[in-house]
């Protein structure tokens, strides 16, 4: 574990701020990319893995909502 303090000299965001807004964009980025995931199993036939796309998916959307709920309401605190 890092010992080091938050400071946001470098980015100008608090650490823990940044870090929660790096996740959500993560979160959003990978149900981007699992779309892409489930169309190319569904073209190769395989619903199995298509279906486990989905689920992965539905994980990261709720990572990304829970993500911006925690942003809101610190940055309206």
Do not use: H, P
Not at 44 to 73: I, P, T, V
């Amino acid at each position: 574990m890092s010992t080091q303090q938050e400071t946001g000299q470098v980015t100008g965001t608090q650490d823990k701020d940044y870090n929660i807004i790096w996740f959500t964009e993560q979160c959003l980025s990978n149900v981007l990319r699992l779309e892409q995931y489930v169309s190319d199993a569904e073209r190769a036939g395989d619903n199995e893995l298509a279906d486990f796309f989905r689920r992965a998916q539905g994980a990261s959307r709720k990572g990304a909502e829970e993500g911006k709920n925690l942003l809101r309401q610190r940055l309206a605190g």
